[in-house]
């Protein structure tokens, strides 16, 4: 158990649809990094936040958003979804805004777009 | 660009065997270089990580080390068991930044 949290475990929505995917980072991280996992494209880094402000953007979609909360936890906004965008979607967590930290995965959310 | 090529799967091997997983890179400057391991249904966990040249990261009898010379980050294991079946991905962090590069994962199946 990493300790980073994410709901739900799974979502399953109709295309033109938003959802918003939750991450509970480790006690004490200040980072937090949303990834998107499919078939086709494998792992790919989206968005980070640190201390609740953005930090360093990735392969993101305009359709999808992201913030942190002052409780640090953070949300991943997707809307306008399309079925490309069925996919795991990962959060990780760092204590810090180092390159050289560690990042734990949380377990996933698995979005299903029909 | 900061890339990552590692060995495409599936890599099936007996018990015992001795396992090489290959990783190259691309990037500017010195990146740090991690493994990471997803088992069916979870998160990716780190294995291991090196954030220098010549670093060797070990971790559970799975070692990799840091060549600059040959932009590699190989994982090397003497003796898999059943229990190390599992998708492995080899990783990239730049140095000036957070954008972070995954390989496309290699799958490792174990066989008693």
């Known amino acids: 158990d990493s300790g980073v949290t994410q709901t739900p475990k799974h979502l399953i929505t109709a295309t033109g649809q938003r959802v918003t995917l939750r991450c509970s980072p480790r006690s004490g991280d200040l980072s937090v990094y949303w990834y998107q996992q499919s078939l086709d494209q494998g792992l790919q880094f989206l968005i980070q936040y640190y201390n609740g402000e953005e930090r360093a953007k990735g392969n993101i979609l305009e359709r999808f958003s992201a913030q942190q909360f002052p409780d640090l936890h953070s949300e991943l906004n997707l809307s306008s979804l399309e079925l490309g965008d069925s996919a795991l979607y990962f959060c990780?967590?760092?204590?810090?805004?180092?390159?050289?930290?560690?990042?734990?995965f949380g377990p996933g959310t698995r979005l299903t777009v029909l | 660009g900061n890339s990552v090529t590692q060995m495409e799967g599936p890599v099936t091997l007996s018990e015992e065997a001795f396992l090489t997983i290959n990783c190259t890179y691309t990037a500017t400057g010195y990146p740090s270089l991690f493994w990471y391991v997803q088992y069916p249904g979870e998160g990716l966990q780190l294995l291991l990580k090196a954030t220098k040249a010549d670093d060797k990261g070990s971790n559970k009898g799975f070692e990799a080390t840091y060549r600059k010379e040959t932009t590699s980050f190989h994982l090397e294991k003497g003796s898999v068991q059943v229990s190390d079946s599992a998708v492995y991905f080899c990783a990239l962090r730049p140095y000036n930044n957070n954008d972070m590069r995954f390989g496309a994962g290699t799958r490792l199946t174990v066989k008693p």
């Open positions: 990780a967590s760092s204590a810090l805004d180092r390159t050289t930290d560690t990042q734990y």
